[in-house]
């Protein structure tokens, strides 16, 4: 409505000085329109949302932390995922921080999908030791704690790529918001 009071002003100074003025005025239009822009209230709640979920996401990968005592525990796959997950954090972080200026959205989202596929590896890998390493194995303590050690192996790495993707793709979310603002 605003743009067309303009353009029909009965003041030309108070009109567009061209077509081209007119248009881009037009094209800044349909792009918000096309973002839907919500409202500041909406956008303080999203915000808020986005916030706590980022926390909640870093609170859940130091519980994890703190329940498996080592990385080493986890086995081989777990400094895989800790590295995938800081070097797609980092990107995320200089996303968000340059405003998209590096375009590195797309790789963000490659590190986050690695991370959770180096968590699924290290599944293979804890079961692998399940089934594989248990063979030829007759002391029932020594079964045992073979078993758990696979166990946890695959738990525990699937769990920390699960907390550390969804925590890459809050902050890939929160940098993309923060680019089309």
């Known amino acids: 409505m605003a ?5 029909t002003a009965r003041d030309p100074a108070e009109r567009h000085k ?12 349909e792009a918000r329109a096309v973002l839907g822009r919500p409202s500041r209230g909406l956008q303080i709640a999203i915000d808020v949302i986005t916030s706590g979920a980022v926390l909640i996401a ?3 990968l130091i519980g994890i932390s703190q329940i498996v005592s080592s990385v080493r525990q986890q086995g081989r796959a777990a ?6 997950g800081a070097i797609g954090s980092v990107l995320c972080a200089i996303e968000w921080q340059t405003r998209g200026r590096y375009k590195l959205s797309s790789l963000a989202i490659a590190f986050a999908a690695a991370t959770f596929l180096a968590g699924v590896v290290g599944v293979a890998s804890g079961a ?12 029932a303590g020594q079964y045992r704690a073979m078993m758990a050690h696979g166990i946890y192996e695959m738990l525990g790495s699937l ?3 699960g907390v550390l993707t969804i925590f890459q793709l809050f902050l890939w979310a929160a ?7």
């Open 159 to 161: 769990a920390l790529a």
């Open 18 to 29: 061209n077509a081209h003025e007119l248009a881009r005025e037009l094209e800044a239009f």
């Open 128 to 139: 692998s030791k399940v089934f594989g390493g248990l063979k030829g194995i007759e002391d």
């Open 79 to 84: 400094y895989i995922v800790y590295g995938f």
């Open 175 to 181: 940098a993309k918001r923060r680019v089309s603002a």
């Open 58 to 60: 870093f609170m859940s």
């Open 3 to 7: 743009i067309c009071t303009r353009a």
